[in-house]
């Protein structure tokens, strides 16, 4: 193959005449533009002082908790201690992660296959210059063939509709297909009508990972995209992912999830809660070889797959466990902190506890079914820290359980979880070095402190002692659309617990004004019960709101529906009667 460098000034054409310029690489400069600045946040030094000056803080921290002399009632210092060592062990684990994320994944080997992923020459030949989705890909030179898949299951149309119109406009050439779970007629002639090929399987085992899997025993593409309905891919999807597989050990190539409907309060704290781990956590799996898929915005080498039989299919978060199962088997991930595809974050209460369900049971499944800790795994030093990382992730989210139950025993039975003689200002010092420069580093990393993490992150914990549950005891719960609204569902339905919470933190408020009225100084225990009261409060407030809009939303469904049924009825009535004889 020939090559000519797409950024030459000129060449000459076939017939030996000056030529006008070739194609540029549509986007290139905007493209190195946002690679050099999604992967400078990684690498800002006064993140790293801060990231710095945490870890030290929650060391410092640990130890005043573990200090033996500190100590008070048994019952809630248990508490106190369980609940703190989890946050602080995950708290270290993932500052050391992001300590290592100043690798950049793009070699020389990356730039080089980069600059060579399209032949000039056969472009202008084909006369494809103002068209880039005919732009044959090359690896080594050699045409590669790229899928993209799309996987839906019951999104509207109009959803589906504007992913696959921007898949089929990915810069490169490639094949779209849309991989219908949800078995719809009009997904079908959809995708027919905006370029793109249909497949459509008749069972459904196996969830979205099987739905990939019957996919890939029809397409023999050499390279496939996964999106999610609901995630919009961008023009450069793959000429920023497909130079990595130049490299033949490189699985997969992952960018980041990013929202573009941070709109309401759920959406942006389900949102804010995972810009920290694709901006920074991600990037610095890239060094222990430990980046993992998240199920949509991945590029996957089909070699890869075949290899280990296929997507996983056992569990709901086939995304982690399919990239454990490829590391163990020497395969390399890459982790780019770059967006190739918008797509939305859960917008109501039920869609996020549905989410946040599935996924956590995932993780905690890898934990108890596939510990990355134990010697039978095949995996390095490294990686076994970081998926069990993963696998432990969620038991953060159990952590705000415990912490709950300790000012409650403080102003019920006066139990107290430190020694009396350490003062409010030694046990607000130490606490504040550990979550103080927590709330610091969030200021960084997100721009401001943003409230709705830290909302969501305190009202979570049912969602994760049933996931906890589930994969303890190895309950199914039903599929569900990660970007889907919740419909018209009532909240309530799912915040039972903490609408009950609500109302024993209330009534232990109440009883901790009675108890400790008048004292001249304030009661912390009273203090901490009256801030997790409000905390709940809000998130109810929330719910309330949801669930009047849910109301109306069924009240204007009934209302279609009657209308439509009357005029069924008076279509019915005004049609001609056919007699037995024929006649009208």
Known sequence: MTTLDPRAPEHLSPAGTTAAPPPTIPGDPTSAARRRDANAAAQSPSLMLIMLLATLGAVAYAVFLL?????????????????????????????WTVLSSGHDPRDFAYHQARERLFDTPEILRDRATDDPTRWRLYLDDRPVTVDIFITTCGEDLDTIARTVRAAVAVHGEH????????????VRDLAATLGARYIRRMSSGGQKAGNINHALSIVKGDYFVILDADFVPRPELLTETVPFFVRDEVAFVQSPQTYGNMNSLISRGAGYMQAVFYRFVQPGRNRFNAAFCVGTNVVFRRGAIDDIGGMYTDSKSEDVWTSIHLHERGWRSVYIPQTLAV?????????????????????????????????????????????FVTSTHYLSGIAPLLLLLVPPLTIYLDLTPMQLDVSVGTWALYYLGFYGLQIALAFFTLGS?????????????PIYVKAFWNALT??????????????????????VPQTLCFVFLAVTSAVGFWKHWGDPVPNLSLAWNLTNTLILGGFLVTAVKEHRQAVRSQRAARRVRKRADRRARLDRSSSPTVTAGGAA
């Open 67 to 95: 200090n033996p002399d500190n100590r008070g009632d048994l019952l809630p210092y248990g508490l106190v201690l369980v609940a703190e060592c989890v946050l602080l062990a995950l708290a270290l684990l993932a500052m």
């Open 175 to 186: 094949r779209t297909w849309v991989l219908d779970d949800g078995r719809d007629d009009e």
């Open 343 to 387: 797509g939305d974050t859960p917008e109501t209460i039920v869609a996020y506890a549905k989410q946040q369900l599935r996924w956590a049971t995932g993780g905690f499944e890898i934990l108890l079914q596939h510990n990355p800790l134990s010697p039978r795994r095949k995996l390095t030093v490294d990686q076994r820290l970081q998926y």
């Open 449 to 461: 402190f943003r409230w709705e993490v830290l909302l969501l992150a305190a009202v979570s914990w």
């Open 474 to 495: 190895g309950k199914q719960q039903a599929w569900s659309v990660t970007g889907s609204s919740g419909g018209s569902a009532s909240p309530f339905d799912v915040i």
